[in-house]
């Protein structure tokens, strides 16, 4: 059985309201809202209704996803790694820049 993927193309200036990147990530209204709260995710706009989401948060919501599925990670374990491994490579591209 073969699986049919779609590909979207991300770029620093494309964002998207609440419910499209729920059906871009394939997650619920109110795991979107709960990343919010938690800090996972940081839209743009005062309210859910007027929320715009960024490339870095589709990549965010992307990995919890698969902590939670692969590792059973809760979202503020979820967010702590996701700030380890930002911080990771931010001093790996640092590190590259005396080698």
Do not use: H
Not at 16 to 27: A, D, Q
Not at 70 to 81: E, F, I, Q, W
Request: aromatic share 6%; glycine share 6%.
């Amino acid at each position: 059985m073969t699986e049919d993927y779609t590909c979207i193309v991300v770029d620093d200036s494309t964002t998207w309201g609440i419910s499209e990147i729920c059906t871009l990530c394939r997650v619920k209204n109110e795991l979107v809202r709960e990343m919010v709260n938690e800090g996972l995710v940081i839209p743009e706009g005062s309210s859910p209704e007027t929320w715009r989401f960024n490339g870095l948060a589709v990549k965010r919501i992307q990995v919890t996803m698969r902590l939670q599925s692969d590792l059973r990670v809760n979202l503020p374990g979820a967010a702590l790694v996701l700030d380890l491994l930002e911080e990771l490579e931010e001093l790996r591209a640092l590190l590259g820049q005396f080698r």
